[in-house]
């Protein structure tokens, strides 16, 4: 996995942040992505994941990014998904039953 992480301060002086995930993002990798994604969470207040890399998925990184997203609502910041998510993150959340899951019904629909 490969993970990149892009800054951009909103006019309103708010910090968004980018997130580009790359390669497999498996049970094997979802702890270093959460300690990304925790640190990435309490620095900014808008993070948005571009998963247009991702190359497989499984149950355990659905799950992260299910958790991030409830958190990020609970603290008031959002933790969005780009449009373009690969086909690799669409069909690992149709497979593992996530299609029926809030947020990430909604990423496999705007990917359809």
């Known amino acids: 996995m490969r993970l990149t992480v892009t800054d951009k301060e909103r006019q309103d002086g708010s910090l968004a942040t980018t997130l580009v995930i790359e390669g497999p993002v498996t049970i094997r990798q979802v702890d ?14 808008s993070v948005r994941l571009d998963l247009s890399g991702v190359t497989a998925t499984d149950p355990a990184f659905l ?17 969005t998904v780009m449009p373009t998510p690969s086909e690799a993150y669409a069909q690992g959340v149709v497979a593992a039953g996530f299609h029926s899951v809030g947020a990430c019904r909604q990423d496999v629909q705007e990917k359809e």
């Open 63 to 79: 799950q992260l990014l299910v958790s991030a997203r409830l958190t990020a609502a609970r603290s008031g910041r959002e933790l």
């Open 32 to 45: 270093e992505l959460k300690v990304v994604l925790v640190a990435t969470l309490t620095e900014a207040e």
